[in-house]
């Protein structure tokens, strides 16, 4: 079983940061489990899924703590 988006395909989104690609992730499926409009197209039940795919379609960028203040 081939699991999409990929882990390197993510990684390429958030210039090979893991740990953003965790908080990015984690924050935006809090987001969609909280009501959240979705931003793709693809059909999933999990949030976290539903993330990712987001964040390989580009549809979600991260943002610098330094730009919300």
Known sequence: MVVKPTVAELLEKV???RYSLVIMTA???RQ???GDTVRTKIKA???VTLAAHE???G???K???SEEE
């Open 27 to 29: 924050k935006r499926a």
């Open 32 to 34: 969609i489990a909280d």
């Open 15 to 17: 210039n090979d940061n």
């Open 45 to 47: 039940r999990s949030a």
């Open 63 to 65: 943002v610098d703590d």
């Open 55 to 57: 964040i390989a379609e």
């Open 59 to 61: 549809k979600v960028t």
